[in-house]
Nanobody
Framework: QVQLVESGGGLAQDGGSLRLSCAASGLAFNNYVLGWFRQAPGKVREFVACINWSGVATSYADSVNGRFSISRNNAKKTMSLQMNSLKPEDTALYYC?????????????????WGQGTQVTVSS
C-alpha cells in the first residue's frame, strides 16, 4: 500500500518561512518523479514544484520560482519543500504527489499517488 504523508505545515507571517516534508512508503521511491501541489479554498489544485528521480532536475510554478526550493532524499524516501518569502496568497492545502511518468507534468491527471495534505496559512 502506497502512502505519502506530509508534515510541516502551519501558520507563518508574511515574508516568513516554512519547510514541508513528505515521507513515502510502499513504492519504488527512486522510480518516481515527486511533486508538490496546492489547493486554496474555492480554487482548483495547482502545480507548485517537482523533482526528478535523481534530484538533479527541478521545475517550479512561476508564482513560487525563486522563493521555494524542492529536494529529495532517496535513501530516506523523503521529499521537502523549503518555502521562503511567504505571501498570503501562498495560503493553501499542500499535497505531496508521485508520478511514474519520466518527466514533470503540471497537470494533476499525470500524478498517480497523493498524500492527504498539510495546511499552510500565511497571515498579512
Amino acid at each position: 500500500q502506497v502512502q505519502l504523508v506530509e508534515s510541516g505545515g502551519g501558520l507563518a507571517q508574511d515574508g516568513g518561512s516554512l519547510r514541508l516534508s513528505c515521507a513515502a512508503s510502499g513504492l519504488a521511491f527512486n522510480n518516481y518523479v515527486l511533486g508538490w501541489f496546492r489547493q486554496a479554498p474555492g480554487k482548483v489544485r495547482e502545480f507548485v514544484a517537482c523533482i526528478n528521480w535523481s534530484g538533479v532536475a527541478t521545475s517550479y510554478a512561476d508564482s513560487v520560482n525563486g522563493r521555494f526550493s524542492i529536494s529529495r532524499n532517496n535513501a530516506k524516501k523523503t521529499m521537502s519543500l523549503q518555502m521562503n518569502s511567504l505571501k498570503p496568497e501562498d495560503t493553501a492545502l499542500y499535497y505531496c504527489a508521485a508520478s511514474s511518468y519520466s518527466g514533470c507534468l503540471p497537470s494533476v491527471n499525470y500524478w498517480h499517488y497523493w498524500g492527504q495534505g498539510t495546511q499552510v496559512t500565511v497571515s498579512s
